[in-house]
């Protein structure tokens, strides 16, 4: 089953259905508006993960806010037992706007992560951030209590942990993809891919050109000789996705950007389609999956 192109032009509100998409995960839904509440924090625990999600809300700036909230998270995880964050997404309320430091609201987020993994060295998971029509910014992660997370990295890009200054004062702290090895079998969760090599947007305002990097980027990082290179032994083509979310900044490419993804993962992978603004304004497309 691919392209459901049900996602309505205006801006990406979260629903709780869309969680369990995300995740890949099945019954992690209600957890967006129930579980267990801890301060500012709710989390729910089902099949060995532990799901969390928390706002940071409205304001002028974000960075420091960020910074706390990154180390509550990893504070929780530990003490729930669930050491290993494998998967992170961020949705930002005005993501391409400036703060009242005239800062871009995505790059502002970026130095309050990037001072969290700077005070507590870790993996820097799997990860997506992208535009909402939530104000604030919401967090929501996977965290493994037994599974091993390989982080992975794509040969035709640049570590984003390594992008130069000139896109924001402090780096992205995440990694392309991750492999999360457990008894259950393995699990593949790939981060928001777009169209960037090296460090810079191919094709930007062009939509087929876009989505041409973005679906060989993907290929490549899944590739078994990919996989190789950091020790894992499995190799995936896009036709073995699960599920696929695409991120769509102009409602007029939805359904080009659903025709290429039913062309691009084939009939097995579900597709499913969001209107959202990205976090460099030149991108059109984004796109993150699971394969379990
Ligand atoms: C990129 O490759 C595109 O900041 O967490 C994709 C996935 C992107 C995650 C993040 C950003 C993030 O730089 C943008």
């Known amino acids: 089953m691919t392209g459901t192109l049900d996602a309505p032009a205006e801006e990406l509100e979260l629903?709780?259905?869309?969680?369990?998409?995300?995740?890949?995960?099945?019954?992690?839904?209600?957890?967006?508006?129930?579980?267990?509440?801890?301060?500012?924090?709710?989390?729910t625990e089902r099949d060995g993960f532990l799901f969390v999600s928390a706002?940071?809300?409205?304001?002028?700036?974000?960075?420091?806010?960020?910074?706390?909230?990154?180390?509550?998270?990893?504070?929780l995880t530990k003490r729930a037992g669930y050491p290993t964050i494998c998967r992170l997404w961020h949705y930002l309320g005005d993501i391409n706007g400036p703060t009242v430091d005239g800062l871009e609201v995505y790059r502002d987020f970026c130095v309050g992560r990037a001072l969290a993994f700077e005070e507590v060295p870790a993996a820097m998971p799997p990860a997506s951030a992208v535009g909402s029509a939530h104000e604030g910014v919401t967090v929501c992660l996977l965290a493994t209590r037994t599974g091993r997370l390989t982080t992975i990295e794509n040969p035709t890009q640049v570590?984003?942990?390594r992008y130069p200054a000139e896109?924001?004062?402090?780096?992205?702290?995440?990694?392309?993809?991750?492999?999360?090895?457990r008894p259950e079998g393995g699990m593949l969760f790939l981060s928001g891919t777009a169209s960037i090599t090296g460090h810079r947007t191919a094709h930007p305002g062009d939509?087929?050109?876009?989505?041409?990097?973005?679906?060989?980027?993907?290929?490549?990082?899944?590739?078994?000789?990919?996989?190789?290179?950091?020790?894992i032994r499995a190799h995936?083509?896009?036709?073995?996705?699960?599920?696929?979310?695409?991120?769509?900044?102009?409602?007029?490419?939805?359904?080009?950007v659903d025709a290429a993804c039913r062309v691009a993962f084939g009939t097995r992978t579900v597709?499913?389609?969001?209107?959202?603004?990205?976090?460099?304004?030149?991108?059109?497309?984004?796109?993150?999956g699971v394969i379990s």
């Open 167 to 181: 896109h924001g004062p402090k780096p992205p702290s995440f990694s392309r993809a991750g492999y999360l090895d």
């Open 55 to 75: 706002v940071v809300p409205p304001s002028v700036r974000y960075a420091e806010a960020v910074r706390a909230l990154y180390i509550e998270l990893f504070a």
């Open 207 to 231: 939509l087929d050109g876009q989505l041409d990097v973005t679906f060989s980027t993907i290929a490549s990082v899944v590739h078994g000789r990919n996989l190789a290179r950091h020790g």
């Open 271 to 288: 597709v499913r389609l969001h209107r959202a603004n990205l976090c460099r304004s030149e991108l059109l497309v984004e796109v993150e």
């Open 15 to 43: 629903q709780s259905s869309d969680l369990g998409v995300h995740t890949g995960l099945t019954g992690f839904g209600d957890a967006w508006l129930a579980g267990t509440a801890e301060g500012r924090l709710r989390y």
């Open 236 to 256: 995936y083509g896009l036709g073995d996705f699960d599920r696929v979310t695409a991120y769509v900044r102009h409602a007029a490419d939805l359904a080009a």
């Open 159 to 161: 570590p984003a942990y």
